[in-house]
């Protein structure tokens, strides 16, 4: 018996329907496109740039005034300082200068009161006498004298032999001038001159050759 082929193709399976293709293309176009959407940031309107650059402008400009604000009370306050300190070095010196002063015109009363006796002593020195004992004692006491005015600071005004200068000495009398004096040099020193540094205490009064 021959099969019918009508049952034949009736039982058989029907073959599977292709899937459409535009499916897929679809979906991959919608997920490029989100892709792009979450890579690609909006640009800022062109206004709110404007009021950012503004601002920042603005921010800096307060800084740059705080800045040179600072800037000038610095140096006000640096020179301020300088010249309080120049105020001060003056003061000091000055100060210095006047405890000086008033220590040397001190010095200079005392001194003064004890300078006629150093003179009786230095006469008694240079005068003829026959006790030597006696003529060494009183050298001895003028050497101590004198010790003690260095230490004071005092020293002798240098007189015998020099041109006479008028700031530190006294002419009381003029001779003729011997053989190999120059005019105007003291040949003689009646009575020794003293000083404390610049401080005249007493002129030197000497004779001067003519």
Known sequence: MTPNNDNLNQNAPAPETAAPETAPAAEECAETQAGAEQTEKPEKPEKEKKDWFGKKNRELEAANAKLEAAEAKNAELREQLLRTAAEYDNYRKRTAREADMKFNDGVSHAVTQILTILDTL??????????????????MTLDKAAKALNTLH???IPALGLPFDPQFMN???QVPAEEGQESGTV?????????IGDKIIRHATVVVAE
């Open 122 to 139: 230095d006469m008694a020195a240079n005068a003829d006498c026959a006790d030597e004992n006696y003529k060494k004692g009183v050298v």
């Open 154 to 156: 005092i020293t002798e």
């Open 171 to 173: 002419a009381v009398q």
């Open 187 to 195: 040949v003689r020193v009646f009575q020794k001159g003293y000083k």
